[in-house]
């Protein structure tokens, strides 16, 4: 089912699918902590890096260069704190990438019902290989 979604989904519809699963693994991983799990929650923070990775890569800097760069910027910044919350096993730093990742998300999910798709500072080309 996961992957048909992903095969028959729009670039905007893609980014959502990566937000949701960012934010599943922040969850997961704030349980594992507070469980005292670490391996796991080092596995969950480490998940969510690399979906924030993804998020950056997935950016198109020659279209709507503005916006690309500042959501550049923004996933920098969230991989930062996802290191920090893996060293330190830190809670509040989960918990700021987990908001981040939900107000985006939201956003995108305007984006996408208004357009259908989203078009701009995202690459269509290969990301549901990748996902």
Known sequence: YKNTQIQTA???????L?????????KLAKVSIEENNIMNANNYIIKAQDIVS???????MKSGI???NNLYSLYDYMLTKLIDANLKKN???L??????L????????IAVKNTGGVK???????LGNRV
């Open 66 to 68: 503005e916006i690309a």
């Open 95 to 100: 918990e700021e990438v987990q908001k981040l």
């Open 91 to 93: 809670i509040d730093d």
């Open 10 to 16: 729009t670039p905007g519809q893609l980014i959502l």
């Open 54 to 60: 993804e998020l950056m890569n997935s950016l198109d």
């Open 102 to 109: 939900e107000e985006l998300r939201d956003s995108w999910k």
């Open 18 to 26: 990566l937000y949701e699963g960012g934010i599943k693994f922040c």
């Open 120 to 126: 701009g500072p995202v690459k269509a080309g290969g």
